[in-house]
């Protein structure tokens, strides 16, 4: 009976395992997943005779190892070359095309994630070694570290009699975040990034160690499969997925290089929107008989190349660290760094936030540090070579205990260095940046020059001096000509035409960005009105915490804001109330706006959404209503498609607007 039992216990856990880690299509639920592992753990525990190293129990963990048994591999696991421009690619191409004849040339397209080869192999359906890829001839035997991995299957139905699958050992961004999170709530170190975490989770000498860590996998090809042999690279990934030997879903069979190269840009634009890391593709030849022929060049294949996406994270030098401070008197430390090409563009500098990240990175002049720029992302140091610094080490950072830029006092809150001067140069000037912005009061013109010149000559306290300088008193600066001067004077007196929301932006509240600068005109509809509000009533408005609510109160009840706001009035400044549509295509509606649009800017689009009473977002999610796709769309877009949100273009975006409520 018991080992009946048993024997089906592991079917079904077997089946869900392929289910859910496979097919991503589960049909046991959490909880009757672990009452059927329980069961069968008490079953094995009660019954000892019954255990076997295929069950999906022994998942756990063996005991520790002293050291990794050394594999040679039946096949050598070759390293690729790459290809790190189209140029690259199409000589890959070209000589590929060469060497064969001239024959039609199929490629097959895979993602290529930034893990750790392995390969397992299997005797009559059981998997009896695992091991890393290592030189590529001989690799360390971390067996029963892979016997830990969820989606690697102990067992293979209908495999040949020696079957060996190769793949790559990965960890999910979204698992890689909260294991990171686990490891400093313990008060142990953090990884720099999922690749690192994955080597070095499959190299632990106690499996159970292993067993912790939220190891993936995907196979992308076989090595020595016995009498079994295959004409094309796509049946070998068929045969992957059919033994349950989860494949990438990304894998794609391209008839033609411009399909790769399509293939490419696609998957470039979706790196980030992606669950795992990606450093590139692989493009390899399809056709076994092809591969023959090419053969390889030392360890390299000639049928198959890595093109590789442009660099997101590489090495550079700290030579100096300035602070500079902003609006809110906010002391910040820069990284002023060895100019380096990284994420399609050169970096030169990187916020280190503030004095408590610096400690936490211990970032020093002259350190080798290792910078990441994903995406739009903003440059960030992600770690310090403390490996590469002197014997003798470098001078910690210290952070100064006054302004550098009028030398008053400074002084923390929270997490924040502070300078204590309202009338600070560096914050004056901030002010007059932010007020002039294309979200705010947008003062074309008015740019960081201009302002420099006219905190340095006294000419501006606040912003409201903008509008109490003459002609002349604008013509005395410094590459200002009349030409110049005329079209800022009309910049300025068309920005006294503003509506309510950017005039609340523009008054720089600490906290207060253009989303709840639009709730707070939408609440109370007039300067006045908002002036008189009291805590109670602020934190009344929709999205307003009780943090942003004490800011914008001592924000309203200090004089000399108070004053500075009625001088703006007094300037002729009328903010004009927000007017929302109750009804109509946008009413209630989020929006997402992407790509860019030739009959408008993307500040007049979203200002026309949000009078028609929608809501314009930042990302696609799916409580997204609407997506409308400029020129040039890019991540945005391909999530939409995926989400099955409505897109329109601009011509249609534009017929929205003309409908009437």
């Not at 097959?108 to 890393?132: C, H, I, M, S």
């Not at 590789?308 to 430390?333: C, Y």
């Not at 005039?503 to 600490?510: E, Q, V, W």
């Not at 020129?631 to 099955?644: D, I, Q």
């Amino acid at each position: 009976m018991s080992a009946g039992r048993v024997e089906e216990l592991r079917r079904i856990l077997r089946e869900a395992n392929y289910r859910y880690y496979v097919l991503d299509a589960p049909t046991l639920s959490d909880a009757e997943y672990d009452r059927y592992f329980r069961e069968l753990s008490e079953l094995e525990e009660k019954n000892p005779d019954l255990r076997a190293p295929d069950s999906p129990t022994q998942r756990v963990g063996a005991q520790p190892s002293e050291k990794f048994a050394k594999v040679r591999h039946a096949r050598p696991m070759m390293s690729l070359a790459n290809a790190m421009s189209d140029g690259e690619l199409l000589e890959f191409d070209a000589r590929v095309r060469k060497l064969v004849g001239g024959e039609r040339v199929t490629y097959v397209f895979e993602p290529k994630l930034d893990g750790l080869a392995v390969t397992l192999t299997y005797q009559e359906g059981k998997l009896v070694r695992g091991a890393t890829r290592g030189d590529g001839e001989v690799g360390e035997d971390v067996t029963g570290n892979l016997r830990t991995i969820r989606s690697v299957p102990l067992q293979l139905e209908g495999a040949a009699r020696v079957f060996e699958a190769r793949g790559e050992v990965f960890i999910r961004k979204a698992d890689f975040v909260k294991f990171n999170q686990e490891r400093e709530a313990a008060g142990e170190p953090t990884f720099v990034n999922p690749r690192n975490s994955a080597a070095g989770s499959l190299r632990q000498l106690d499996p159970r160690e292993t067993a912790k860590r939220p190891l993936s996998i995907f196979f992308y090809d076989v090595g020595d499969t016995g009498d079994l042999v295959f004409t094309s690279h796509w049946d070998k990934l068929q045969k992957l997925r059919e033994l349950g030997l989860r494949t990438n879903p990304e894998n794609q069979r391209c008839d033609s290089l411009d399909e790769v190269r399509t293939r490419y840009q696609d998957l470039l634009s979706r790196r980030h929107q992606i669950a795992y890391e990606i450093d590139g593709s692989v493009v390899k030849v399809d056709s076994e008989d092809q591969r023959r022929r090419l053969g390889a060049v030392s360890r390299t294949p000639r049928w198959a190349i890595a093109y590789k996406f442009p660099a997101e994270e590489e090495a550079t030098t700290v030579e100096q660290i300035e602070v500079s401070v902003g609006r809110t008197g906010a002391l910040t430390p820069v990284a002023f760094l060895t100019p380096v090409h990284v994420g399609g563009v050169t970096v030169s500098r990187a916020t280190l936030h503030n004095e408590e990240e610096v400690r936490r990175k211990d970032v020093r002049v002259g350190d080798r540090v290792f910078l990441r720029r994903a995406g739009d992302v903003i440059p960030e140091i992600v770690r310090v070579i403390v490996e590469a610094r002197p014997p003798e080490g470098l001078p910690e950072f210290k952070m100064p205990s006054h302004c550098p830029a009028c030398g008053a006092e400074a002084h923390r809150e929270g997490a924040v260095t502070r300078c204590s001067n309202l009338s600070c140069p560096a914050q004056i000037h901030g002010r007059l940046r932010h007020f002039a912005s294309r979200g705010a009061m947008d003062i074309e013109g008015l740019g960081d020059q201009t302002c420099s010149q006219l905190v340095e000559r006294g000419m501006v306290h606040t912003p409201a001096d903008l509008y109490t300088l003459t002609r002349d008193d604008w013509l005395s600066l410094e590459r200002m000509g009349e030409k110049s001067v005329d079209n800022l004077l009309a910049a300025l007196e068309a920005s006294k035409r503003t509506s309510l929301k950017r005039f609340i932006y523009a008054l720089g509240i600490r906290l207060v960005g253009e989303a709840t600068a639009r709730a707070l005109a939408l609440q109370f509809g007039t300067v006045e009105k908002l002036l008189a509000a009291g805590l109670t009533d602020l934190q009344a408005v929709r999205d307003v915490g009780p943090e942003v609510a004490q800011q914008i109160f001592d924000f309203t009840q200090t004089a000399e804001n108070r004053d500075a706001v009625g001088r703006l009035l007094a300037a002729g400044v009328h903010p004009a109330p927000e007017i929302v549509q109750a009804a109509g295509p946008f009413a209630g509606k989020t929006v997402v706006l992407t790509g860019s649009l030739t009959t408008l800017t993307r500040e007049d689009a979203k200002a026309e959404i949000e009078r028609r009473g929608g809501r314009v977002s930042g990302s696609v999610s799916r409580k997204t209503d609407l997506v409308v796709a400029g020129e040039e769309a890019g991540t945005k877009l391909n999530k939409a498609k995926e989400l099955g949100v409505r897109i329109v273009d601009e011509s249609a975006f534009r017929a929205l607007l003309a409908e009437r409520a």
